[in-house]
Antibody, heavy 125, light 108 residues
Framework: QLQLQESGPGLVKPSETLSLTCSVS??????????WGWIRQPPGRGLEWIGS????????????YYSASLKSRVTISIDASKNQFYLKLSSETAADTAVYFC????????????WGQGVLVTVSS | EIVLTQSPGTLSLSPGERATLSCRAS???????LAWYQQKPGQAPRLLIS???NRATGIPDRFSGSGSETDFTLTISRLEPEDFAVYYC?????????FGQGTKLEIK
């Protein structure tokens, strides 16, 4: 059974960089059939895609795709040896306070079929 | 960026009734790339429908999806108590993913 688990600090200071890890079990992040992504949800609000990474077979670092609105601040990376992928979001502000989810998505339909439980990150001094 | 607008914002119905949720796109979306999710409080979204009308594994057949181009619909034929939740549509286009703002389905 595929499982994804987010981890990282629950509190980040303004202007600092958020770093989150998604640990995957039951599948391999190097599986060329799938992409791996990050989505966030501010408290009481809707879902926002942050970005995704595809490990594939052509690169050890993966191919990344980012939301245009966050592209200047986001870095997503992958470590197949640890079966993990990562999110870094720089220059945090209170507007980045949200539950952050990692998810697997299927490139044929571009739908997110497995999700982690999410981790709440609060940006505050 | 393709904007998805869901209506109504809140839908109040009773168990046993039929629910019809709408998702309208600001420009044409490929049927292959339109999905629906259910989210309950404190939980991650769950994939219900992909490719406009294909139910995900384990999703009961009372859930169905339809539509094309800019107008898509999620129908729940006969509401069960566990169906009251928030529903989101999602699309992929122009190398980006966007979600609708959600429809809250509440018990009347």
């Amino acid at each position: 059974q595929l499982q994804l688990q987010e981890s990282g600090p629950g509190l980040v200071k303004p202007s600092e960089t958020l770093s989150l890890t998604c640990s995957v079990s039951g599948d391999s992040v190097s599986n060329s059939r799938y992409y791996w992504g990050w989505i966030r949800q501010p408290p009481g609000r809707g879902l926002e895609w942050i970005g995704s990474i595809y490990y594939g077979t052509s690169s050890y670092s993966g191919t990344t795709y980012y939301s245009a609105s966050l592209k200047s601040r986001v870095t997503i990376s992958i470590d197949a040896s640890k079966n993990q992928f990562y999110l870094k979001l720089s220059s945090e502000t209170a507007a980045d306070t949200a539950v952050y989810f990692c998810a697997r998505h299927y490139p044929v339909t571009h739908s997110f079929d497995y999700w982690g439980q999410g981790v709440l990150v609060t940006v505050s001094s | 960026e393709i904007v998805l607008t869901q209506s109504p914002g809140t839908l109040s119905l009773s168990p046993g009734e039929r629910a019809t949720l709408s998702c309208r796109a600001s420009q044409s979306v490929s049927r292959t790339y339109l999905a629906w999710y259910q989210q309950k409080p404190g939980q991650a979204p769950r994939l219900l429908i992909s490719g406009t009308s294909n139910r995900a594994t384990g999703i009961p057949d009372r859930f169905s999806g339809s539509g094309s181009e800019t107008d898509f619909t999620l129908t729940i034929s006969r509401l069960e108590p566990e169906d009251f939740a928030v529903y989101y549509c999602q699309q992929y286009g122009n190398s980006a993913y966007t979600f609708g703002q959600g429809t809250k389905l509440e018990i009347k």
